[in-house]
């Protein structure tokens, strides 16, 4: 299991892509957590879609990835999960607890455990700015953070991306 945290536009999708297809030998599974709830979005998953190409399949899992994870183990020998923030974002949205969240991580990183592929975990990397102005942005800060911390002790390898730029902090 590896774990890519880092800010916005740091360059941990492509390196996680990248990644995966030479794990994978030209073929990987494709997490994909994020719905397209608004034309801003859409554009964002279609351009993600296009950049992949052919070699990747794609499941869609907003809610329960753990069992895509599982799926995915089955036919593939890479999987990227992109993204771990926009996972938890989907959770706070449909009202579940902190508890709940967390508990969901725990089920991402026992299903990446049970299966041979090498499951590279995306995650943005969001408390080194400005405390939240509301209590939403605080709590999706702080569940953010305890999930990134849950997953790097469970990764054997984290890469912080910094301007494009990966620096290994755990092999």
């Known amino acids: 299991m590896k774990l890519i945290t880092g800010g916005a536009?740091?360059?941990?999708?492509?390196?996680?892509e990248k990644l995966a297809i030479k794990?994978?030998?030209?073929?990987?599974?494709?997490i994909a957590t994020a719905q397209a709830l608004d034309d801003e979005m859409s554009k964002r998953i279609e351009t993600h879609k296009i950049r992949r190409g052919a070699n990747w399949q794609t499941f869609e899992a907003p809610?329960?990835?753990?069992?895509?994870?599982?799926?995915?183990?089955?036919q593939f020998s890479a999987?990227?999960?992109?993204?771990?923030?926009?996972?938890?974002?989907?959770l706070i949205c449909a009202d579940?607890?902190?508890?709940?969240?967390?508990?969901?991580?725990?089920?991402?990183?026992?299903?990446?455990?049970?299966?041979?592929?090498?499951?590279?975990f995306v995650t943005n990397e969001v408390g080194g700015g400005l405390v939240p102005e509301n209590?939403?942005?605080?709590?999706f800060r702080?569940?953010?953070?305890?999930?990134?911390?849950?997953?790097a002790a469970a990764s054997d390898e984290v890469i912080l991306m910094v301007s494009?730029?990966?620096?290994v902090i755990k092999k």
């Open 164 to 167: 494009g730029i990966p620096l």
């Open 135 to 139: 209590e939403l942005g605080r709590r």
């Open 63 to 74: 809610f329960n990835a753990d069992e895509k994870i599982l799926l995915a183990g089955e």
């Open 96 to 120: 579940k607890s902190e508890e709940e969240i967390l508990t969901a991580i725990e089920k991402l990183i026992s299903a990446a455990s049970k299966i041979t592929a090498v499951t590279i």
């Open 79 to 90: 999987i990227l999960f992109d993204c771990v923030t926009m996972y938890i974002s989907n």
């Open 142 to 151: 702080d569940i953010a953070g305890t999930a990134n911390q849950r997953l």
């Open 9 to 16: 536009r740091s360059g941990k999708s492509l390196y996680a």
């Open 23 to 30: 794990i994978g030998n030209g073929r990987a599974a494709y």
